[in-house]
């Protein structure tokens, strides 16, 4: 079946279905042993008049179908004012339906700009939790943003304590840059295990969203604010590269079909808008969103468009191999022209690029030579500088890269090049580490030497413990908070601010705090 117009022909019909109990099997009163909202609620993608709201019924979440009985069911959603629902702004049906893994997608509008607003979903048998959601202001904002990012939340290395901590944080948004899943179990003795061992159908990505989802402190913190989400490369498969796998004993057609259940299911388990794609595996995810005239978040796919890593992937001594090979891209032709010409149009006081792998580099071998990650913007060196070039021309020092993926913070200076160590500075780099990927951390790495600091004069700071980053952003001032917990391995760890930093629009540089 086209997924195009299968898509279109749900939410076309919802109403209908609505109506008519008996076609397709659709029901608004469920033979339910349980509640079915056991994954709670979320809201994504803001704009000024809406955003996305989700849920995803499943009373047994663990089991392949979630413990529902096949039918389609119609859910109402309300969205109010006010916490009690006593002032509903907007009501309506949706149909979640077991094909899309009884996933429930409402793009709301005919909101008002810069508002908080409640939401739930509701069946006959009871409500879900109430989620809050805040639309984004028109023109200039009146108050400071302030958001969160975080990434890299393997459920088998720790507990969700910062999303605890995180879910009572005044937040507007929240990024999430990826690594929301892991595709592969984690080694013995872990905090927690997954149901399934490895995963080889969709059935098996979608108990690992729900074995994710269904922790408490998850769930609280995307009731908490809307989100914005993007991917990196365990929703798939680890370090995959367009349709080529981490191991490369895929086929090209193999890896097509993983990627379409990885990608479906991320989709399933998302507040995200439905994207337009001929299959699932080719699903384009990027897009803006525009915090009014203060800033305007980029969201990238460093995965799916990327050429294959040069020099068998790894850290590795350069230059080597096809590593330097201008035609090899990471965003591919297309995205990156979306990007080029976006930041050269929009007049936003910041630009905010919701990156998944680090942009600037860090030389692991100490000395002359150099020790790259494949992986990262530094295995892509040409791909890299066109965009440093474009930042320097069209926004520079109001472009602040946020990104995931390494498990460690890092603050780094985003200058015009690399290469020597006068290169101009154009902006900032925020690293953040993970929610539990990686077990406890450390205070920094055991491998940062005093070397290999004089190595990467742009690295202004690094530590390697867990949490999350906050963002306090006004028209001319960037405040950077690093939130860390100091184990994730057993429940009661405090939250604390292990750096602060400041970056103001304009002028060069990054001020600790």
């Known amino acids: 079946m086209n997924r195009r117009h299968f898509l279109s022909d749900i939410a076309r019909y919802s109403v209908l279905c609505a109506g008519v109990p008996n076609l397709w099997r659709v029901t608004r009163r469920p033979a339910l042993a349980d509640s079915p909202f056991l994954l709670g609620v979320a809201s994504g993608d803001p704009t000024p008049h809406g955003a996305v709201l989700w849920t995803r019924l499943a009373q ?3 089991d392949p179908d979630g413990g529902m009985d096949g039918s389609r069911v119609v859910l109402d959603w309300e969205v109010a004012d006010d916490e009690a629902f006593g002032t ?4 309506g049906r949706v149909i979640a339906a077991p094909e899309l893994g009884y996933s429930a997608h ?3 509008t005919g909101l008002r700009p810069g508002r908080w607003y409640f939401y739930r ?6 409500a879900s939790p109430v989620g809050r959601l805040r639309t984004t202001p028109e023109g200039a904002a009146a108050e400071p943003l302030r958001f969160a990012f975080v990434s890299c939340q393997h459920y088998e290395d720790g507990l969700y304590t910062a999303f605890d901590y995180l879910s009572r944080e005044e937040l507007d948004l929240v990024a999430h840059l990826g690594d929301y899943i892991y595709e592969y179990s984690g080694r013995a003795g872990r905090t927690r295990r997954y149901p399934t061992t490895e995963i080889q159908t969709l059935d098996h990505y979608r108990i690992r969203y729900a074995a994710t989802k269904a922790d408490p402190a998850l769930m609280a913190a995307h009731a908490r604010a809307p989100w914005i989400v993007t991917w990196d490369d365990h929703e798939v498969d680890n370090n995959y590269a367009g ?8 086929s090209e057609e193999q890896m097509h079909q993983r990627r379409a259940m990885g990608y479906q299911a991320w989709w399933e388990n998302m507040p995200v808008r439905v994207p337009r794609a001929r299959s699932w595996a080719d699903l384009n995810i990027t897009r803006t969103v525009a915090w009014g005239a203060l800033a305007r978040f ?3 796919d460093t995965r799916q468009h990327r050429s294959d890593q040069a020099c068998g992937d790894g850290l590795r001594p350069v230059p080597c191999g096809e590593w330097a090979d201008p035609s090899r891209t990471m965003l591919g032709r297309a995205q990156e022209s979306w990007l080029v010409n976006g930041l050269a149009r929009d007049r936003a006081a910041w630009q905010v690029l919701a990156n998944q792998v680090a942009v600037a580099p860090i030389d692991n071998i100490p000395g002359e030579a150099r020790g790259l990650s494949m992986d990262q913007w530094s295995g892509y060196p040409v791909a890299r500088d066109r965009l440093l070039a474009a930042i320097g021309r069209h926004a520079p020092n109001r472009t602040v890269v946020i990104t995931g993926d390494i498990h460690t913070n890092w603050v780094n200076e985003v200058r015009t ?3 020597r160590p006068d290169g101009r500075v154009i902006g900032a780099e925020f690293v953040g580490t993970s929610i539990s990927s990686g077990g406890d951390g450390r205070d920094e790495s055991l491998t940062w030497t005093d070397a290999m600091r004089a190595d990467n004069p742009h690295i202004r700071w690094h530590n390697a413990r867990r949490g999350y980053v906050t963002c306090e952003v006004t028209d001319r001032q960037w405040n950077t908070r690093y939130r860390t917990v100091p184990f994730v391995t057993r429940p009661g760890a405090a939250i604390g601010t292990a750096s602060a930093w400041r970056v103001e629009r304009g002028r060069p540089g990054i001020e600790q705090l």
Request: aromatic share 10%; charged share 20%; no cysteine.
């Open 60 to 62: 047994s979440p663990l």
């Open 88 to 91: 509903v702004a907007q009501r």
């Open 106 to 108: 409402v793009d709301v």
């Open 121 to 126: 979903f509701r069946l006959p048998a009871g």
């Open 243 to 250: 349709l080529v796998g981490e191991n490369g004993m895929e």
């Open 298 to 300: 980029w969201v990238l």
């Open 417 to 419: 090049g690399y290469d």
